[in-house]
């Protein structure tokens, strides 16, 4: 993780005690450190909070589970949905993850003009090799608070799925996933509530669809 800091305010009567504060970067400014050089364009990084995170390199059954997914959903929903493969997803102004899989809904540009937003957004699939803990306490709360209707995290090594629904207030006046699942390897996927109740189920584990992992 790259981040940036500015020395704390002491332009008041009383110099603050809170600390140095962090300097969080905008997505403009995110971008404007890869056309100065500063960020190479191969590099595998993405803007959370301000902050930019290292991803980790994608394994081979890292890159099997979102290649065979992106082909299944693919199949299943047609030009219902728009399948983007591990590209940003534009959040606000200090926030563009880049997800394993984004299932869209079909725009006419085809996202040609703009990246996706969370209006556009129809669910994320994470896929974790070493960055389970990450993607589920800092980065699934992200997408709730963003409004995120489906989020899945699937466990490269163990297959399984980590399926949350339904962004809904807390009583402390965040947002979190009222919904909440782990689904096995051999167990069906939910792939009938990708747009909704009018999508046809269709019931497929995970080991299924990628029977050389083990």
């Not at 450190?33 to 803007?47: P, Q």
């Not at 990450?134 to 490269?156: F, Q």
């Not at 909440?180 to 939910?190: G, K």
């Amino acid at each position: 993780m790259a981040t940036l800091s500015k020395a704390p305010d002491r332009s008041g009567d009383h110099p603050s005690t809170d600390g140095p504060a962090r300097r969080r970067l905008t997505v403009a400014e995110y971008y404007r450190m890869t056309e100065a050089g500063i960020l190479g364009r191969g590099e595998r990084v993405e803007l959370i909070d301000g902050e930019i995170i290292d991803m980790s390199p994608i394994g081979v059954l890292h890159a099997a589970i979102v290649n065979v997914l992106a082909r299944h959903v693919a199949r299943q929903c047609g030009d219902s949905t728009f399948v983007s493969i591990q590209n940003p997803l534009r959040l606000d102004d200090e926030n563009e993850p880049e997800p394993d899989l984004l299932i869209l809904r079909p725009r006419f540009d085809c996202y040609c003009t703009a990246h996706p937003t969370p209006a556009d957004t129809l669910m994320v699939i994470e896929v974790a090799d070493t960055s389970l803990a990450y993607d589920l306490d800092v980065k699934v709360p992200l997408y709730a608070r963003h409004g995120i209707p489906e989020v899945w995290v699937i466990e490269a090594a163990t297959r399984r799925t980590h399926v949350v629904r339904a962004p809904a207030a807390t009583k402390a006046g965040g947002t979190m996933y009222a919904d909440v699942r782990l689904i096995a390897a051999d167990e069906p996927l939910p792939f009938h509530l990708i747009g909704g109740a009018d999508s046809s189920q269709t019931d497929v584990s995970l080991s299924q669809l990628v029977p050389g992992a083990t």
